[in-house]
C-alpha cells in the first residue's frame, strides 16, 4: 500500500528514517512506533539509543521506509533554503545571521544541504529575498537553475516574495519558481493582489502558511469570524457531522486553488487535517466569495518581516 503527503490543496514535510532504524510517529515525548502510515506526520525518532529527531513541517524528509506488514509509506520532501541550520538539527536550511550570503557559498550550501539530508528534497526554496545582497537575487536564482540543470535539485521555488522579487528571478528564467511559498488568508488578499497576479500569469504555485490566522492570531477574529460561524453551522446540519471554522477556512483556501502548509505536533489534530485534505466537501460560490470579499476589507498579516518591506500596504483598518 502507498501513501503520499499530496491531496488537493494540502502539502506537507515529514521525517524520514532509513536504515535499522526504527519509525515512530506523533509528537516528542508521545511518539509511538509507527504501525500505520497517517498522512499528517510531525515527528519521527530515531532508534532509543540516539534519541528523537523533532522535525516539523516545512523541514526537509522524504524516503519511502518499511512499516509493519509490509507497507510503504512515500512522503513529499521539502527543504527551506538558508534559514536557520546547524548541523545537529532537523532543520536542513542555512542561518545567514541576517547577513545576506556571498554567492560564492550558494553551491556549496546547497551541496552541503543535500549531502545531510541523503537524498535530493522534491522542492528547494529561497526562503526569503533578504537572503541574497541587493541586485543579486538573479545571479543566486541562475545558480539554483544549474543546480538543477546538473540533475542535483528536483524542483525549485521560492518564499516570501514580493512582485519585484518574483519579476528579478522571472526576467530570463530559464526555470520558473514552481511555487511562492507565503503567509496566506483573507486577511492579506488586497496586499497580495500583484503577488497572486504575477504567479497566475507565470503559473507558479501559491503554498500557503498561517492560513488559519484569522482565527488563531487575529486579536478579535475581525469581520470574517461571525461568517465563518454561520457557513460551518450550516456545513455541520447539512451534513450531521461537526464542522468547525478552521475547516471551513482551509476549505476555502482549498477553492482558491492554495497549497496548504499546515503543522501540529497533536496526532488527532493531524489526523482531522487528513480529513479535511481530502473531503469531498466544497463551499459554495456565494461562501468563497463572501469568505474573499470580506477579508480583503481589512489588513492583518501575522509574519510582517518579508512581505511588508518595500511593498506598499493597502489604506485598510487591521480589524
Known amino acids: 500500500m502507498l501513501y503520499n503527503t499530496i491531496f488537493t490543496a494540502t502539502l506537507l514535510a515529514v521525517a524520514m528514517a532509513q536504515g535499522p532504524r526504527t519509525c515512530y510517529q506523533g509528537a516528542a515525548g508521545s511518539a509511538r512506533p509507527a504501525s500505520d502510515c497517517i498522512s499528517f506526520i510531525d515527528t519521527f525518532c530515531n532508534d532509543a539509543s540516539m534519541g528523537q529527531t523533532p ?27 538558508m534559514d536557520g541550520v546547524s548541523p545537529n538539527n532537523a532543520n536542513f536550511s542555512w542561518d545567514t545571521d541576517d547577513q545576506p550570503l556571498s554567492l560564492d557559498e550558494v553551491q556549496a550550501r546547497v ?9 535530493m528534497p522534491d522542492l528547494f526554496l529561497i526562503h526569503n529575498p533578504f537572503i541574497a545582497a541587493p541586485g543579486e537575487l538573479k545571479r543566486m536564482w541562475e545558480i539554483l537553475e544549474g543546480l538543477k540543470d546538473e540533475g542535483k535539485l528536483k524542483s525549485i521555488g521560492v518564499s516570501n516574495f514580493r512582485p519585484q522579487d518574483l519579476e528579478a528571478v522571472l526576467d530570463g528564467a530559464k526555470h520558473k519558481p514552481v511555487a511562492n511559498q507565503l503567509e496566506f488568508h483573507p486577511y492579506v ?59 471551513v477556512l482551509l476549505l476555502w483556501a482549498r477553492a482558491k486553488g492554495v497549497v496548504v502548509v499546515s503543522t501540529s505536533g497533536n496526532l488527532q489534530r493531524l489526523q482531522w487535517l487528513g480529513e479535511v ?3 469531498p466537501l466544497l463551499l459554495t460560490e456565494a461562501d468563497v466569495e463572501m469568505i474573499t470579499n470580506t477579508g480583503k476589507t481589512i489588513h492583518f498579516r501575522n509574519y510582517s518581516e518579508h512581505m511588508e518591506k518595500e511593498f506598499p500596504l493597502p489604506n485598510l483598518p487591521s480589524q
Open 111 to 119: 551541496e552541503g544541504s543535500l549531502q545531510r539530508l541523503g537524498f
Open 277 to 279: 485534505a481530502k473531503s
Open 189 to 247: 488578499l488586497a496586499h497580495l493582489e500583484p503577488v497572486l497576479e504575477l504567479q497566475k500569469k507565470h503559473g507558479i504555485i501559491t503554498q500557503s502558511y498561517g492560513t488559519l490566522t484569522p482565527l488563531l492570531r487575529h486579536p478579535t477574529g475581525g469581520p470574517l469570524k461571525p461568517i465563518l460561524a454561520d457557513i460551518a453551522a450550516r456545513l455541520s446540519k447539512e451534513t450531521g457531522k461537526p464542522i468547525d471554522e478552521a475547516t
Open 55 to 81: 522535525v516539523s513541517i516545512g523541514d526537509s524528509t522524504g524516503r519511502c521506509f518499511n512499516l509493519p506488514g509490509g507497507d510503504r509509506c512515500d512522503f513529499i520532501a521539502l527543504n527551506t533554503y
